[in-house]
């Protein structure tokens, strides 16, 4: 990695942590710059705007999270044990990643107020509803259950694992993350059979 790449790499590993611990608009740039040891002037060299750097660091928690994920998907497993294995890799993901968490929660909230932030949302949300959708139709397929109305089942688990990712944020020690994943597993059941 080059310099330059890791100064980057830095700033977005402390920002991603100052965002989570204090809110993404109560940190400032100089607050930032000051945590990687560089100057607010060099630190926009690196990114133009607080949003820009929020960004960043969202763009770099979902690449983390989808390498996670495909870590503890098999491709080659059956449909449903592929759904259900994506569900506990997101709430395992969740459970132990909290400042990314934090961040693509703050996605959602931002995305309302912000355009650039909107479109990166409407892109998240459209490769995870995918995700969802292709394990549900393989799933149906192989006859785990029945096929009908692949997208909106995937919108409703989607949203499941949101308010899970939310509960999980405000309360990370009222259940396990293998206790929260048996409970989602079970409320996702019931949307796609």
């Known amino acids: ?7 980057r790499a830095t700033i977005i590993k402390v ?6 611990e204090k809110g993404v608009y109560r940190v ?8 990687v040891g560089l100057s607010h002037a060099a630190l926009y060299r690196y990114f133009s705007d607080q ?16 390498a996670a994920l495909d870590e503890s998907v098999n491709p080659n497993a059956p449909g449903d044990k592929r759904l259900r294995c994506y569900i506990e890799g997101n709430v395992e993901w969740f459970s132990t990643q909290h400042s990314s968490a934090a961040l693509l929660l703050a996605v959602f909230y931002f995305s309302s107020h ?6 990166f949302h409407a892109t998240f949300v459209a490769a995870s509803l995918k995700r969802l959708e292709t394990h549900i139709i393989q799933g149906a397929r192989e006859g785990a ?8 089942k995937a919108r409703q688990i989607h949203n ?5 990712m939310i509960k999980t944020l405000a309360t990370p020690y009222e259940m396990t993350p293998k206790d929260r994943s048996a ?5 996702v059941l019931r949307v796609i059979r």
């Not at 990695?1 to 100064?7: A, D």
């Not at 259950?145 to 909106?152: F, K």
Request: proline share 3%; hydrophobic share 50%.
């Open 1 to 7: 990695m080059r310099k330059g790449e890791k100064t």
């Open 15 to 20: 920002a991603t942590r100052l965002f989570s």
């Open 28 to 35: 400032t740039i100089p607050e930032v710059a000051k945590g």
């Open 51 to 66: 949003d820009a750097l929020f960004l960043a660091c969202v763009e770099r928690a979902v690449e983390e999270g989808r």
């Open 114 to 119: 912000n355009a650039a932030i909107a479109e």
């Open 145 to 152: 259950w029945p096929m009908q109305n692949s997208i909106g």
């Open 160 to 164: 499941l694992m949101v308010g899970e």
């Open 183 to 187: 409970l989602l597993w079970k409320a």
